[in-house]
């Protein structure tokens, strides 16, 4: 029997840190956002000796800013990618039943057709069938045609006005921050030595080219040179940045856009179900999704040149979600102060071709990955989405073992991601999973809705938050009231999910940044003093402050929009 890996903590993430100048790896993966996480976990699989390298938390980027959803890719029709629709239903499927039953949820969705708008009725029924035969129908359901009456009962809030009717269809709901921790923990449980909080600073470089690179440790400001076979860039949005530091002449391969989502309740919404519908402002694909007792809506999609760290939520920008927002259920009259709090990612799509893309718009900018190799000695992946991360993980990491095998005499061994749930993945039923978690909360007296969060979030290790409350009754109380977080997931973040900072454990962990009115300040002063107090932490009182003046800024930044403060809730 082979001994457990040792847990994802933050004790171990000191253990990794220190062993990153000690060899010469296979290879260094540079970014923790979905890509670069699951590559790591494939590559490490393989039996090579891997280092992952982020220079935030895991998801900080992109990955945790998304629509979260792992969808076929619908819109995808109209541009004629059927073969991106295939494969992204192909991984819809394998995520649902196999990979991360406990993050991914079917999700039905209504696309309402109204008189005299841009999509047809018989136009979109047509679409459906494809979209279910592109799947080889074997969606969640297939879809269904509604007439505008069933309409009306399903979604009774919906604009009534010139409705013809609608589809019904499926797609998936994720938590994107916990896909990429889950792939981040599997790279570590498969032995690559993960380190989140470390920025590369600087490449190594010898006559083949790049060879690793300076890290900067962001926590005690440290720098070590990681020695490496392959360098692999997988850092999204900031890609070019990367490749410009290994050779400043690197001609830009990225055309990032921004998108951004705004999340209010759901009570003011009343939508039943995900909505896809056309801007009315600019005719754009959008939607109006269900998330609990809250509703997000989104996305925009505009060019984006700036540092993607400085992405943020323009006036404008909830100006038009919520106007879009508004069009669809107009009995919400939403307004600025009913924004709870907003979230903005850069789209790391490659650039239109010169031969083929001038003139294309944002929204047109091809959604598919690419990976190449730089004259730098660099590899690079960037493009694509969360939904089919485990094919590009498994073609780049390809790329790297063929490098490997031609030029460093290193054999990589065989693996395979398609048939290997990600740690957490219960290996019972879903529904029957979650009701015994459920009811084993119920049993403790913390709620059901504590135990479907912890289902969900934690998947087969919300069995040991659950005994940690069963060990201390106190573990079990609501950090904030009115959510369903408690206060034994704090040392669980930091035992077994690497959460180094408050940030971390507020805005990627729990979901307290987006959900709470005030972020989660409320408690957020008892959170990092007994955050501070775990194993691999260590705060004394400055650093308790430092931390919750970095906290409290993040969620003013998210907040407070037409002169509207919300972090005073
Ligand atoms: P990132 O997640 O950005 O990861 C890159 C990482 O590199 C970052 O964490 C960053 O901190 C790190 N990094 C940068 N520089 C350095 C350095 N010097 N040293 C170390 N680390 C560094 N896809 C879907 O499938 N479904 C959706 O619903 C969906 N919705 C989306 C909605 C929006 C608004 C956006 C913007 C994207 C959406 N996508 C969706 C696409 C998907 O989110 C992205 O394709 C994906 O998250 C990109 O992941 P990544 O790992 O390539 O980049």
Known sequence: ???????????????????????TWDVLVVGGGI???????????????????????????????????????????????????????????????????????????????????????????AGMWLYDALSLFRNIAPHRMLPAAEVRREEPRLRDDGLVGAALYYDASVDDARLTLAN?????????????????????????????????DCLDGETVDVRARVVLNATGPWTDALRRLADPGAKPRLRPTKGVHILVPN???????????????????????PWGAYTYVGTTDTDYAGSPSEARADPEDVAYLLTSANAMFPAARLVEADVISTWAGVRPLLGPRRDAGEGLSASATSREHDIWWDRSGLLNIAGGKLTTYRVMARQVADRAAAELRSHHDVEPGHASTAD????????????????????????????????????RAY?????????????????????????????????????HEMA????????????????APDGGLSAARALAERMGREEGIGWGTEEVEAQLRAYREAVEETRGFGGVDNTSG
């Open 1 to 23: 029997m082979t001994a457990p890996a040792p847990a994802f903590s933050a004790a171990a993430r000191a253990r990794h840190r220190a062993s990153l100048g000690g060899e």
């Open 35 to 125: 890509t670069g996480a699951a590559a790591a976990r494939d590559l490490a699989l393989r039996g090579l000796r891997v280092a992952l390298v982020e220079a935030g938390d895991f998801a900080e980027g992109t990955s945790s800013r998304s629509s979260r959803l792992i969808h076929g890719g619908l819109r995808y029709l109209e541009t004629f990618e059927f073969g991106l629709v295939f494969e992204a239903s192909a991984e819809r499927r394998r995520l649902l039943s196999l990979l991360a039953p406990h993050l991914v949820h079917p999700l039905p969705f209504l696309f309402p057709v109204f008189r005299g708008g841009p999509v047809g009725y018989r136009k979109l029924q």
């Open 184 to 216: 981040a923990r599997g790279a570590h449980e498969a032995g690559a030595a993960v380190v989140s909080h470390a920025a590369v600073v600087g490449f190594l470089h010898d006559e083949g080219g790049v060879r690793g690179a300076r890290v900067k």
């Open 267 to 289: 009570e003011r919404v009343g939508n039943r179900h995900a909505i896809t519908f056309r801007s009315p402002v600019d005719g754009r694909v959008m939607f109006v999704l």
């Open 420 to 455: 290997l749930p990600l740690p957490g993945a219960p290996s019972e039923p879903w529904k029957e999973f979650e009701a015994r978690i459920r009811g084993a909360a119920a049993a403790l007296g913390i709620g059901e809705d504590v135990g479907a969060h912890l289902a």
């Open 459 to 495: 998947g087969e290790d919300a069995e040991a938050v659950l005994s940690a409350i069963e060990g201390d009754r106190a573990l079990g109380g609501r950090i904030v009231e009115g959510h369903p977080y408690v206060w034994a997931e704090v040392a669980h973040a930091v035992r």
């Open 500 to 515: 180094l900072t408050l940030d971390d454990l507020l805005v990627r962990r729990l979901h307290l940044f987006y959900e």
